[in-house]
């Protein structure tokens, strides 16, 4: 059998996001196998001002190393759903993958401190210790969730 890899994923849009996300779960699941998600979180764009954004975890097994992962699979998906890669990096995006775990090794450095990433990753897998300030993610969700405004949105995905 092949070398299997898990992978936490944080996917976002906000272009259309009940009906990107919904979409973006399901192509994953041509490329492996989903373990676990998240709530559906609604946060403000970040860096510009433009409609809010859906934000999801995802707990993702496949045979892909990480950069064919990035390249192969999330890259691939975001394209099929619209995502237009612009300078501007705050520009509204139909699809947003990022990896933030990878066989439990963070895959970026930046995320942790970003509501909208640390709340859904500490739905599941709350014990994972913040590479950045060296706490649980819970703790570091606990603490993101007194100033972000996030809201729960239910009926997306469940």
């Known amino acids: 059998m092949s070398e299997t890899h898990l992978a936490y994923l944080n996917l ?27 709530t559906v979180w609604e946060s403000e764009a970040v860096g ?16 892909y190393p990480q950069r064919e992962l990035k390249e192969q699979v999330t ?6 759903l619209g995502r237009q890669r612009t300078a501007d990096k705050y520009s509204p995006r139909s699809m947003d993958i990022d990896i933030v775990l ?3 090794r963070p895959a970026q450095g930046d995320l942790w401190e970003l509501a909208y990433v640390v709340v859904p990753l500490a739905e599941i897998y709350p014990e994972y210790r913040n590479p950045v300030l060296d706490e649980q993610v819970s703790e570091t969700a606990s603490r993101l969730r007194q100033t972000a405004r996030l809201e729960k949105r239910r009926g997306v995905l469940d």
């Open 12 to 38: 976002g849009s906000n272009i259309q996001p009940e009906t990107n996300l919904l979409k973006a779960v399901k192509l994953l699941s041509q490329y492996g196998e989903i373990l676990k998600t998240s």
């Open 48 to 63: 510009t001002k433009g409609p809010n954004y859906l934000n999801v975890c995802i707990l993702f097994r496949s045979p």
């Open 75 to 80: 890259r691939r998906i975001e394209a099929q």
């Open 102 to 104: 990878f066989d439990d």
